[in-house]
């Protein structure tokens, strides 16, 4: 029988990540190990400065005191064995998108990300955000199909996927690239009872640039975007500009990267 390892950055008690063991549990054997509270938009953080806790829930279901990258970890090392780690991990499902550079700052990514650094396939699963009650239907069996998928034919080595998934009936799936956009911080300035400065860190205004194969333009043509993605964050590209830039000399002669 298969194992199937699922979690998330909404914490245990999310909707979405019951809704989406279930439908994975025809596939193999579900244990959910997620985070005690919520956990969104901590990135692929790993707590190192204090203990961690996990406490059983119920059959099947634990969670734990710290960060997505904190459950896999736990889960993988506490909850199988070296001779027979978890065939898949999910980590979903996410309420609102994790589009294009999104990916650096999402808990649900960095849970997938995690165990493909870790060798396991691996699948991030995210909803359109929505302002009333949330339909996990079509985002849970999109993820049931790419998981069945992913089990059968395995994924190539070091990449993972990130699936994001419009409301309502999708049209299909669509395998994607990141998308790319403009950003605007926002940060609001307030001020306390007792005089001093604090912020809050919004939304800020994003602006898409237009690419036919980009995540942000399948859900927005009502597909479920499927993007490939990896750990390796070098600028291949850049690999030869950068070989001159180091080469270069000032004014004087003396490589600019060399240290008196």
């Known amino acids: 029988m298969k194992r199937i390892l699922v979690t998330n950055d909404d914490g245990v008690h999310s909707e979405g990540i019951h809704i989406l063991a279930a439908a994975l549990a025809p596939l193999g054997e579900v244990i959910i190990v997620a985070p005690h509270i919520e956990a969104s938009a901590i990135g692929h953080a790993l707590t190192l400065r204090r203990p961690l806790r996990m406490d059983t829930l119920r059959e099947g279901v634990y969670e734990v005191d710290g960060t997505p990258t904190d459950c896999v970890n ?13 065939d898949l991990i999910v980590s979903g499902i996410n ?82 690239v990141q998308g790319k956009r403009n950003h605007v911080t926002v940060v609001a300035e307030r001020i306390d009872p007792r005089g001093r400065a604090y912020y809050w860190i919004e939304e800020g205004e994003n602006h898409w640039e237009p690419h036919d194969r980009s995540d942000y333009q ?41 240290v008196e």
């Open 218 to 258: 399948a859900v927005r043509d009502g597909y479920v975007s499927v993007t490939p993605l990896q750990a390796d964050l070098t600028a291949h590209g850049a690999l030869a500009a950068i070989e001159t830039l180091v080469k270069l000399k000032d004014l004087a002669g003396k490589s600019r990267v060399e």
């Open 74 to 86: 736990i889960a993988l090392t506490q909850l199988y064995t070296a001779a027979a780690w978890p």
């Open 95 to 176: 309420k609102g998108y994790n589009l294009g550079d999104d990916v650096t700052y999402s808990g649900t990514v960095s849970g997938a990300l995690e165990g493909s650094l870790l060798g396991v396939a691996s699948l991030a699963v995210s909803l359109e955000r929505t302002a009333g009650t949330y339909d996990f239907t079509h985002a849970a069996a999109a993820s049931m199909t790419v998981a069945a998928a992913i089990l059968e034919r395995g994924l190539p080595a070091g990449t993972f996927l990130n699936l994001n998934v419009p409301s309502g009936r999708p049209a299909g799936l669509r395998v994607t």
